[in-house]
Structure formats: structure tokens, C-alpha cells
């Protein structure tokens, strides 16, 4: 999604909280640094309306049981990236013993956390449930400004987007792609269980996603005079022929030699200041 708002916007800067997080309290303090504002942000940080006003923004929200596994599945494969490795090991223990004794904010509705604009998220202890008013906040975000769609529908999701924002075609390169079912093999079926009992908020968003998605698709029909399935085929065609494709990665290979070199300032800015 970056590599596609990289392309789309001539001054797009992605900040992650690994960059930031200890000197920023939000991502406008994080952006401001910066020596040019950029045009595009794209955030891995909780949605604060308040930080952002008259913004335009997307997001994808997936399935509440797949995404949690998934993160779990991504977060056991690489746990030193996620979690402080002097407070968690994850090593030999059972998800169930996690949820009981050290539970963390991906765990719990992180959908809705990002969303409603939670103060914890992903690696972070959990110490706070969500609550339906958190729920509704993320309702109140899907239904304002926010462009939200269904991963599911990823591509009907940009056709979506590239009308509102008026973009020009984003093509795309499927990338960090897991083998599917892989994580669910290696739950249980009490733990699996256990998981939709901590994450009933963020199947209630999923399905208002789904139902206000649906209704942008008509609009979406009825504007450009093509059904979804149609518009959907063709675009699929133009992103995977070679030609789109072959210019995909040049860019990607081009931009991504400057990522490492803005990492690398962001931490000389949090080292200075401190």
C-alpha cells in the first residue's frame, strides 16, 4: 500500500513507530520534523481525528479471526521485531497462557484500537479492554471521513479509492505474501475460540465495513456506468502484464534505496535530541 501512495503522491513519507515512537507523541509531531511536509502520510499508528483535520484517509480492515492469527503467526516468526524481548518470551508458551497472564493489545479488537484511537497497540501490554464505545468511535471514523474498505476486496478497494482521490491506475505488487491456513494449523481449537471471544468489536466493525463498502461499489457503478465485476477484471489484467509489472519494481528498487537513508536521519534526529 505504501509503494502504491509513493507513486501516487510526490511528497509521501511512511512513519512506523519503531522510527519514532520514544521521541513523537503523535504522527504530526513525527512528520514535522521532517525538512518538507509531505503531500501523503501513511501511519502504523491508532487513528486520532483530532490530529488530523480535513484529512482524507484509507484503511483496510480484514476478517477479526484471520487477522489476529495472521499478526500472532507474524509476531511468533520474528518476536524480537514486536515485543521487548526483556519482558516477553514467547518461546515454549501457549497462546492461552499469553491471554490469561500476559496479554497484549494485538489480542484484543486491534482493529477497533486503531481505529477508535487507543493509546496501546500491537506489542504494547494490554492493560485496558475494549468497550462498545470504543467500537463506536471506529464507526463514527468509518463513517466520516475515512475511506475504509474490506482486504478481501482489495482491488475493487483501489478502484474505489483511485475515483475518490483521483489517482491515476494503482497498479500493484503483491509482496510479504504467508502461505494461507499455515497459522491455522498450529492453534488449537480452544485457543481458537478463545480469540473470537477477544475480538466479537472488531467482527462488528468488519461487517459495518462490509455493508457501507458495499454501498460506495453501487455509487461507484453508477458513476462510471460499468459493474464492479467488469471494472475489476480489466484492472487485473493491466496489473499483471509484464510491461506494469516491469515498472512496478523498477520503482520499487529506485525508492527503496532512499528508505534506509530516511531511517537512518530519523534516528540521528531522536539521538540529537536526546
Not at 51 to 63: E, Y
Not at 249 to 254: I, V
Request: charged share 25%; proline share 5%.
Amino acid at each position: 500500500m505504501r509503494w502504491i501512495l509513493d507513486r501516487q503522491y510526490r511528497r509521501f513519507q511512511y512513519v512506523i513507530p519503531q522510527w519514532f515512537h520514544a521521541g513523537s507523541a503523535t504522527v504530526s509531531d513525527a512528520i514535522g520534523q521532517g525538512k518538507t511536509f509531505p503531500v501523503s502520510v501513511g501511519a502504523h499508528r491508532p487513528l486520532v481525528v483530532a490530529d488530523w483535520p480535513d484529512f482524507r484517509g484509507i484503511t483496510s480492515v480484514r476478517d477479526s479471526m484471520k487477522r489476529v492469527v495472521s499478526h500472532w503467526a507474524h509476531v511468533q516468526a520474528e518476536p524480537g521485531a514486536w515485543l521487548p524481548p526483556e519482558q516477553f518470551d514467547v518461546a515454549g508458551r501457549s497462546l492461552l497462557d499469553l491471554l490469561e497472564s500476559q496479554p497484549l493489545a494485538l489480542f484484543d479488537n486491534n482493529q477497533v484500537r486503531y481505529l477508535s484511537g487507543a493509546a496501546e497497540y500491537d506489542g504494547m501490554t494490554l492493560t485496558s479492554r475494549m468497550e462498545k464505545g470504543d467500537l463506536q468511535k471506529a464507526l463514527d471514523a468509518v463513517h466520516g471521513g475515512l475511506l475504509a474498505a474490506p482486504v478481501d476486496d482489495f482491488d475493487a478497494a483501489l478502484l474505489w479509492w483511485a475515483h475518490e482521490l483521483d489517482w491515476s491506475a494503482p497498479y500493484y505488487r503483491r509482496i510479504n505474501v504467508r502461505k494461507k491456513g499455515a497459522a491455522y494449523l498450529q492453534l488449537t481449537a480452544s485457543e481458537l475460540s478463545a480469540l473470537e471471544s477477544w475480538n466479537r468489536l472488531d467482527a462488528s466493525l468488519v461487517e459495518e465495513v462490509g455493508v457501507v463498502f458495499r454501498e460506495k461499489i453501487v455509487e461507484l457503478e453508477k458513476k462510471t456506468g460499468l459493474p464492479i465485476d467488469q471494472q475489476r477484471e480489466a484492472f487485473r489484467r493491466r496489473n499483471e502484464s509484464p510491461a506494469v509489472q516491469a515498472r512496478l519494481l523498477m520503482h520499487t528498487a529506485s525508492r527503496g534505496l532512499k528508505h534506509p537513508i530516511r531511517a537512518l536521519r530519523s534516528v540521528k534526529r531522536q539521538v540529537t535530541s536526546r
